[in-house]
């Protein structure tokens, strides 16, 4: 199914007033799993960080901004970019966060096949963006020029061990503006490495309990809502039993490892100058 007329339904009733973004941020913080694991992420990163001015981040396929809330609200002497090729989704962010008062986020209108800052970025974040892009490999090569010596890519992507809900090849992908199931932990290193990264550490996500969350959580309320948007009324009584299945099932995947899964997590670090 596209997913895109889902996430701009929700925009329509989620971007009306402060709160209500507001109140669909928290939503989302906790009901993505990926927001889970790449929130773990971050607070070391800020751990690691936190003795240092003048820190940029570039959020790479910035989405509903949620990502660039987080940082910027955290770490108000940081200078957080965020970039997407949908205009609607930076016009709409633009608002919300002149509304906020945040003023260490810029929003801008790019094609992270063309968008490069040399040496710029202390940390980029791609969050479930690259399986969008046929050519990853200049994407990738962007981000290591974009990134200071010493900076780190933080990417969230499905892989290919049943991401985006392929478990067979016959199957097709759940999000049809996937151009790639997902990757697989070579094939990703790989790439990362011939793009100039001089390290690279990954582990799965989505493991048994991921999967069965994300199945109760986003799945299934998104093949109802592209069935008809009338399941909006009960999709807040759905939620409301199922919710804390969700939390449970989260929680265990952000804490165990997993020989398996069907996300990934990839840091890649831009070598040091000597």
Not at 63 to 80: E, L
Not at 112 to 137: A, C, G, P
């Amino acid at each position: 199914m596209y997913y895109d007329p889902i996430k701009q339904t929700l925009g329509l009733v989620f971007n009306r007033w402060l709160f209500t973004r507001r109140l669909f941020y928290r939503l989302l913080d906790i009901l993505l799993l990926r927001t889970w694991h790449i929130h773990r992420e971050l607070k070391g990163y800020f751990r690691h960080m936190q003795a240092k001015n003048n820190v940029h981040v570039l959020d790479a396929g910035s989405g509903f901004g949620q990502y660039s809330h987080y940082i910027a609200r955290r770490n108000p002497d940081w200078k957080i970019t965020g970039v997407d090729l949908k205009e609607e989704e930076i016009a709409s962010c633009r608002r919300f966060f002149a509304k906020s008062k945040l003023t260490n986020v810029d929003f801008q209108l790019a094609d992270l096949l063309h968008f490069r800052r040399e040496s710029f970025y202390d940390l980029i974040i791609s969050v479930d963006v690259m399986e969008h892009i046929e050519n990853d490999r200049t994407v990738f090569r962007n981000f290591f020029d974009s990134l200071k010596p010493g900076g780190l890519l933080l990417v969230n992507t499905p892989s290919d061990k049943g991401g985006s809900g392929v478990t067979d090849k016959e199957d097709t992908s759940f999000i049809s503006e996937h151009v790639r199931d997902g990757y697989g932990m070579e094939e990703i290193r790989e790439k990362l490495l011939v793009a100039g990264f001089s390290a690279v550490e990954m582990k799965y996500t989505y493991g048994l309990p991921g999967s069965i969350s994300w199945r109760i959580s986003m799945k299934y309320p998104i093949l109802l809502l592209g069935t008809s948007r009338l399941f909006l009324i009960i999709l807040p009584l759905y939620y409301l039993f199922m919710m804390p299945f969700a939390l449970i099932l989260n929680f265990l995947d952000v804490r165990l490892n997993h020989s398996s899964g069907t996300g990934l997590l990839v840091k890649a670090w831009k070598p040091s100058k000597a």
